[in-house]
């Protein structure tokens, strides 16, 4: 039955100690954005751990694979730590080919194709890190980040494409004011330093992709996000991402370290559970990345690491007026400005 | 921001009584199919909340709504319980309209639309009852039915169609060949005195329908499922749903009452909530019901009723060789003939 599945890439192959690079020799050479991008995210898996490790007191634990014909991934999980619930940090590479329709939503680009007859699949690489961390105490929130680097090759006469996607997102299951403007300034003043329009535009951005559409509520209290983005020449994104990417450990960790012994009733622990639960359907749901991996058959244990560890539903439960709960649920109908 | 939400079916007007009939007054006479099958769905719903309540000790609570062009729901649910941590039964009645390419897909006849150029939204009417029941005691399967009925109006030359859905499945988490027995036996009693081709072919059809795909695994260990059932004249499928509707609880509540007191370890009660998570992945990435739910705009607490109180994930869990969890994560992979 299993091998009824359709996969659109190579079986993996587990290895003891992932390779110094998952590039193809060769090819991607060190002057490459792929090179550049490959470094910058193991960079950051490794930094991002130690520092998670150092708050947690655990260690993460890890998997390697290698495909046949290059790439691989490395996923690293903390689970049952004393802080965290669950954290995963993946890193993946990975070469394959997309159908035509595919990469004209990618590349946004409907004249790509134009007159092109049948082109067949259109090979690409992708590389990327995404991580969820899951903390204990309900007082903590969930962050989840991604930031990933795509190129298609020049192919039956349609030149090669490149573009960047990417984000950092928080989703408390309380308001704390201070926290969501040290989240938010971290990153406005990220963006800042890049282009002065980037923290408005991906600011509203992430509210838009992050909203659960059948309860007309986002998951989270947002972060930025984008796509697509190829508006500028590739190293000067390139320095962007890297600099999104090295901030996540200040945006996050100072507000982590804060909270993790905050006294919390049974009724908080329960309003975390029912948040994390919707968290589940924005994932399964509506997340490109998840929704994607499931149908093209990437490594599920991967993909579904940022399924928390436990979640909850019950039946058309709705927070007090007044309450906490209520003062958050405004803010997921209603996306506020912080900084 | 939940304005923005298309909703394809009118909202809905709470109730404090369900009327008598969900149904247009001098439409839907007392001799139509949808007026006999409202009856037989409505009947179910009570007796099998009857029966369920009888093993439970506590009642269910109930919603009901209307709409102002006709239809309506009444939502049954019993939350926290003594054997069932929740135990959902829905009725709803349904007057709307399709795309022309739903219709096309729904009839399974290509045929029908051919040279009509553009016919517009077809109007239909749906009629169902559907339950998921999930008990506290990891020795007490989840269990799940849900049956249909479906008509379209005559419309721009187009001949009205009608058609039976529905099905019944059981979810242990550990494998009790007794029960499966039992179960599958009562389902094949009643398809036998309909026709002696329905249990082999809706046995398998339901071992396909419920295949969690990127997990190459079924959700559980099937029943019955048929869909797009048209093959006799409706008062003989009519008789067919009748009788499986009606036989849920003569399939199910025995197997809970034996098992409702089983003792059970920390990790087996852990083992039932990864199942939890599987139902999860399921109802949200592949039921048709939820996935078109979500995206018509029903009621939501309606459709998310199936959700489990709670549920769980953990990193590449793999049952021990040898263990209760792995024989039946063998059955899950490799459906097994039970009657």
């Known amino acids: ?29 060190e002057d490459t954005i792929r090179a550049k991008f490959e470094k910058v995210i193991r960079d950051a ?14 260690k993460f634990h890890q998997d390697a694979w290698i495909r046949a014909d290059g790439g691989g991934g490395i996923s690293r999980v903390l689970a049952d730590g004393n802080v965290w619930e669950k954290a995963g940090v993946n890193v993946s590479v990975v070469y394959g080919s997309m159908p035509p329709e595919a990469y004209r939503a990618a590349t946004g680009n409907p004249e790509l194709l134009k007159n092109k007859g049948d082109v067949g699949r259109v090979p690409f690489f992708a ?38 996607g990417g984000g950092t997102d928080i989703t408390p299951s309380y308001i704390d004011e201070e926290d969501m403007k040290h989240f938010h300034g ?3 003043a990220v963006c800042d330093r890049h282009d002065p329009a980037y923290y408005e535009k991906f600011k509203k951005w992430c509210d838009e992709y ?18 697509d983005l190829n508006d500028k020449d590739p190293e000067t994104i390139l320095k962007f991402s890297t600099d999104a990417v090295n901030h996540v450990v200040a945006a996050y960790c100072p507000i982590v370290v804060k909270h993790k012994d905050d006294p919390f009733t049974e009724q ?35 993909i579904l ?10 039946y058309d439960h ?15 109908r209603n996306p506020r400005t912080w900084v």
């Open 1 to 29: 039955r299993a091998s009824t599945m359709q996969r659109a890439i190579q079986e993996e192959n587990y290895v003891n100690q992932p390779p110094v690079t998952l590039l193809r020799a060769g090819i991607d050479t």
């Open 45 to 58: 898996q490794d930094s991002i751990c130690k520092a998670i490790e150092e708050v947690d007191g655990k």
């Open 127 to 164: 590389a990327g890190i995404s991580s969820v961390m899951h903390p204990r105490n309900p007082h903590c929130p969930t962050m989840h980040f991604n930031y990933r680097y795509f190129e298609t090759e020049e192919w039956n006469g349609i030149p090669g494409q490149w573009w960047f």
């Open 186 to 188: 971290t990153y406005k």
């Open 210 to 227: 992050f909203l659960i559409k059948h309860r007309g509520e986002t998951r989270g209290l947002g972060g930025i996000f984008f796509d």
């Open 268 to 302: 908080e622990k329960q309003w975390q559970q029912l948040r994390r639960g919707r968290y589940v359907e924005f994932n399964l749901v509506y997340d490109r990345g998840t929704t994607f991996g499931l149908k093209t058959g990437g490594r599920i244990e991967s």
């Open 305 to 314: 690491m940022s399924m928390p560890q436990t979640a909850s539903w019950l």
């Open 318 to 332: 709705k927070p007090a007026p007044g309450s906490r709960e209520a003062e958050i649920m405004d803010a997921f």
